[in-house]
């Protein structure tokens, strides 16, 4: 059996610290993948709306656009709704629909948005993006997916 990535144990360390300290698991996420800038919003029980719970180079007026994010709108609503990955290659020129008009805004071009899942059960989205057209890969892809179990597992116990 293969050693876990070593961003899993990074990240598994970091969860086990109370309270958890959500800019430290953002910076070591988009460390690991080069992305200046990224977001993790966590499920509010309570209205079933993603909050943002940390972020990073986002300007404030994406900032102010992205506190709460329904479930089903823009990247990281998409994501949480098909509970899959929803990538864009290059937001500046995305026509697909699946970035909404102020995700320009970031400057940011190849972006990726990922579910926390516990099973099926949802815990939030993490979101990381670089500034040039970039296309993340499936093992890439399921690595954010890996450290969102993690999360997942943490908040939903």
């Known amino acids: 059996?293969?050693?876990?990535?070593?961003?899993?144990?990074?990240?598994?360390e970091l969860l086990a610290k109370s309270p958890v300290s959500w800019p430290t698991v953002l910076e070591r996420v988009l460390a690991h993948f080069e992305c200046p800038c990224g977001t993790i919003h966590l499920i509010d029980p309570k209205d079933g709306v993603l909050h943002l719970t940390t972020h990073r180079g986002l300007p404030p007026p994406v900032v102010d656009k992205v506190q709460l994010v329904p479930i089903g709108k823009g990247?990281?609503?998409?994501?949480?709704?098909?509970?899959?990955?929803?990538?864009v290659c290059n937001l500046q020129s995305d026509a697909s629909g699946q970035a909404r008009p102020g995700a320009k805004l970031t400057q940011?071009?190849?972006?990726?948005?990922?579910?926390?899942?516990?099973g099926e059960r949802l815990a939030g989205v993490f979101g990381i993006a670089k500034p040039v057209p970039y296309e993340f890969t499936a093992d890439e892809q399921q690595l954010l997916m890996d450290v969102g179990a993690l999360v997942a597992k943490k908040q939903l116990g």
Do not use: F, I
């Not at 876990?4 to 144990?9: I, R």
């Not at 990281?76 to 899959?84: D, F, N, S, T, V």
């Not at 071009?109 to 516990?118: H, I, K, N, T, V």
């Open 75 to 87: 990247m990281a609503g998409l994501a949480a709704e098909r509970k899959q990955p929803v990538q």
């Open 108 to 118: 940011m071009e190849g972006s990726l948005a990922a579910p926390m899942l516990a």
């Open 1 to 12: 059996m293969s050693s876990p990535h070593p961003l899993l144990t990074t990240v598994r």
